[in-house]
């Protein structure tokens, strides 16, 4: 057990947000990471006794606590650029220096806000419904602005909000209703992923793309948003991006689709 994560996650909790043990590479310690938040203050020295991480993990989205959504700024992967040139238009909020030297921007959540990789632009990422952040302030990363957390501004919804779910076709000789089987056959391999515990995350993401392409290969369903689909349920299952990246492009190469 970490008694300073312990000691970070405390007062977390009490504030009703939903804390759970993170590793040192930021990986979930629990086995089903975020699921296993709690916020009952009290249990926050039980969990991490039998769950030790050095990190305090923080769930976001609108089934926590206080609902909170993310801007993870990397400024050290052209998201600094994005920042430059918008961080007037944003409201004041709560905002974290991150141990790489990126931001958390914390945020009141929004309906329909889930998490996304680079949607608003490179280096840009969303932590929301299905996510979680390290809460870096006391390991190393410190509050550059204190609360109180603002609503996510609403022309950054437009960016960040997922696009309205892709119609596929049909193969040739068959008859289905638009996009009814191959939407899915894709929420089902990402639940199926997010639902896998953990250590066996990299070999259903692999698994479950695999099985999309080769049904892609068959004219069941297109390719297009598999990839992107995939690599969302990845990285929402705890998976680095390196991993996520090469475990979908093995499984693309292997399913023989273009």
Known sequence: MSP??????????????????????????TPHGFKNAIRDPAGVAMLWRHYPGPLVGVATGGTTGPALAVLDIDQQHHGGAWWLANRDRLPETRTHRTRSGGLHLLFRHRGGLRCSVGRIAPGIDVR???GFIVWWPG?????????????????????????????YAAA??????????????????????????????????NRETFCLMRQARAGMIEA??????MAHAGLAAGLSRPEVEATIASAIAAGGAA
């Open 4 to 29: 300073s994560a312990v000691a970070e996650a405390e007062p977390i909790a009490a504030l009703g947000c939903a804390v759970f043990p993170v590793r040192s590479d930021k990986s979930p310690a």
């Open 128 to 130: 929301a419904e299905g």
């Open 139 to 167: 390991f190393g990363g410190s509050v550059l602005r204190q609360g109180p957390v603002a609503a996510w501004p609403d022309w950054l919804a437009d960016l960040a909000m997922p696009p309205p779910a892709p119609v």
């Open 224 to 229: 297009a948003g598999i990839a992107a689909a």
């Open 172 to 205: 040739p000789g068959t008859f289905r209703s638009p996009g009814r089987y191959s939407d899915a056959a894709i929420r089902r391999a990402v639940e199926r992923v997010a639902r896998t515990p953990e250590g066996g995350r990299n070999a259903a993401l």
